[in-house]
C-alpha cells in the first residue's frame, strides 16, 4: 500500500527511519542549549588533572626532590693500581708510600704536586726557579721550587769555611770559700802567656791581661757531675763548675769552664755564602764582631764544635750556622737572646 502526500514515493521503513533521525537531531540540540558547564564532573568518572603550569602544583615534588638522600657510592681499594719503588741501594721492592721521604729525602707526594717525576733521581739536587737553592732545600723549608720569589731564608746558604782559632789568656783554675758557709769565694785565675802566672780574684775585681784585654770577675755556680769512666764499670765525680767574666770591651759575658783553655774573641771565622755573586760583609769576623747578609746585620758570638753561633740584631735571636760541607738541613729554631 502507498501513502497518497508530497512523501508518497517513500516506503513505510522509510519513513520510520527518518522519524528516528528526526526525534535524535532534536534530543541533540536540547541537551546542548540545556548544558550549564562544560567543566562539570560526570558521575562515575575521575576528576582530570589540573594544568602543571601552577607553580604550587609541583613545589611539594620539588621540595621533596632537593631533600631526597644522597646514595654515595661505595670506595673499594681492590682495582686501584699501587705502585712499586725498586731501592738499588740494598735491593729492596716496596709499595710507594706517597706521604714518606724517599731515599732522596723529598715524599713523592711534594714531587707529584709540583710536577716532578717521581723516578728521577735528580729531582733533589736540580733548581728548576733558579734561586740558588735545590729542590731538597726548598722541600724542607716549606717553599715553592717553580717560584723564584718563594726562596728559603738567605742565612741558610751561610757556612763557615775556616776558623782560625786564638787561645783565650785566661783559664779558671780553681777557687775556695773564704770562710765557710759565708759563700763568698776567691778564685784562682791563670795567665800562662804572662810573666804574672796566677791571680787570686773575688767577684768584682778585674783580671788586667794587659792594656787592651780585661775581664771582670762575675757570678760562680759550683757544678759537680757523676760520670762513668770509660772502659770501666766504674763512676767517679767530676767537676763542671763555671765562672763568668765580663769583657767591658764588647759588653759581653763568657763563661769559663773549670780547669779548661778555651778560644778568645781575637779567634776568627771566615764565612761563605754558596749564592753566586754574593759574599757577607765582611766575610772574615773576630769573635764579637759585626757583619752583613744582604743589609741585614749579625754578630759572631761564639763557635761550638766548628760551627758558629750567631745573633741576628734585628730580631735578636741566635742560630747556628754549619761547616762548609755539611748536608743541607732546615735551620734550625732560632733562640731570643735577652739584650
Do not use: C
Request: proline share 9%.
Amino acid at each position: 500500500m502507498k501513502i497518497d502526500s508530497k512523501f508518497s514515493n517513500l516506503t513505510i521503513e522509510q519513513g520510520v527511519l527518518v522519524l528516528v533521525l528526526v526525534l535524535l537531531s532534536g534530543a541533540a540540540l536540547y541537551k546542548a542549549f540545556t548544558y550549564t558547564s562544560v567543566n562539570k564532573a560526570i558521575v562515575g568518572r575521575p576528576t582530570p588533572p589540573p594544568l602543571l603550569k601552577d607553580p604550587k602544583l609541583y613545589a611539594d615534588v620539588s621540595t621533596g626532590l632537593r631533600g631526597a638522600p644522597v646514595v654515595k657510592v661505595r670506595e673499594h681499594n681492590l682495582f686501584i693500581p699501587r705502585l712499586i719503588t725498586f731501592n738499588p741501594s740494598d735491593g729492596s721492592i716496596k709499595v710507594l708510600d706517597w706521604n714518606k721521604e724517599g731515599i732522596d729525602g723529598i715524599p713523592p707526594v711534594w714531587k707529584q704536586k709540583y710536577g716532578f717525576p717521581l723516578d728521577d733521581p735528580a729531582v733533589a739536587t736540580s733548581d728548576p726557579d733558579a734561586d740558588g737553592y735545590n729542590n731538597k732545600e726548598e722541600y724542607d723549608a716549606k717553599t715553592d721550587p717553580n717560584d723564584k720569589a718563594s726562596a728559603p731564608p738567605v742565612i741558610n746558604k751561610l757556612f763557615v769555611k775556616s776558623y782560625n782559632p786564638v787561645q783565650l789568656q785566661i783559664i779558671f783554675k780553681g777557687y775556695n770559700e773564704t770562710e765557710p758557709g759565708t759563700g763568698v769565694f776567691e778564685y784562682q785565675i791563670n795567665t800562662p802567656t804572662l810573666a804574672k802566672r796566677s791571680w787570686r780574684l773575688k767577684e768584682g775585681e778585674i783580671i788586667k791581661v794587659d792594656d787592651f784585654n780585661k775581664y771582670i770577675i762575675g757570678k760562680f755556680r759550683e757544678v759537680k757531675k757523676t760520670v762513668k769512666v770509660q772502659g770501666m764499670d766504674l763512676e767517679r765525680e767530676e767537676n763542671f763548675s763555671e765562672l763568668d767574666v765580663m769583657d767591658p770591651r764588647l759588653n759581653e759575658t763568657i763563661t769559663l769552664l773549670f780547669n779548661k783553655s778555651q778560644n778568645s774573641d781575637q779567634s776568627s771565622v771566615g764565612f761563605e755564602l754558596l749564592v753566586p755573586g754574593e759574599s757577607p760583609e765582611p766575610a772574615s769576623v773576630n769573635i764579637g764582631q759585626k757583619f752583613k747578609v744582604r743589609d741585614i746585620e749579625y754578630q759572631l758570638r761564639r763557635v761550638d764544635d766548628g760551627a758558629a753561633i750567631i745573633l741576628d740584631l734585628t730580631s735578636m735571636k741566635e742560630m747556628t750556622i754549619p761547616k762548609l760541607g755539611t748536608a743541607s738541613v732546615p735551620a734550625p729554631e732560632p733562640v731570643p737572646v735577652a739584650p
